[in-house]
């Protein structure tokens, strides 16, 4: 989890969206769902959970995509960094892409969500939990 004694930083590859992270991560996770996926064009997508308010952009906020009823995903519209995800279901919440943190080594996943929906040729050896699909809510 992050270190409270800095805020987390990053942004797109461009440089036209950056943000501070204030706090620490809620929850982590590596996601293998298929939306995921295509929205990246990446195997597995490592992201940070925290509350809405923890994130602040510097810079212009990324442009929203609807990727299905009720969920959004957010890019730079120049250079098409994928930077975060919110969704009616978790109210309150954003997920940031750790690829996008400036230093993503200081956030590991936790856990696999999707794991069901794991790329055969993907063999990752850590002892995470591997949940089937998305995390239960606490
Ligand atoms: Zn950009
Ligand atoms: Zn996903």
Redesign the pocket.
């Known amino acids: 989890m992050s270190d409270l004694s800095s805020s987390i930083e990053g ?7 950056r943000y501070r992270i204030a706090g620490e991560a809620l929850m982590t996770a590596l996601c293998h769902c298929t939306t995921c996926r295509r929205a990246n064009a990446a195997p597995a997508v490592a992201w940070a959970m925290f509350e809405a308010s923890q994130v602040e952009f510097a810079t212009q906020e990324p442009t929203v995509y609807e990727s299905s009823p009720g969920a959004r995903r957010s ?7 994928q930077i975060c995800f919110t969704a009616d279901y978790i109210p309150g919440l954003i997920d940031v892409t750790i690829g996008s943190l400036d230093q993503p080594e200081r956030l590991a996943p936790v856990m696999h969500s999707w794991d069901s929906k794991r790329l055969p040729w993907l063999a990752l050896s850590d002892d995470l939990v591997r949940h089937p699909e998305f995390p239960p809510q606490a």
């Open positions: 942004g797109c590859q461009c440089g036209a969206v890019f730079c519209a120049r250079c098409g960094t």
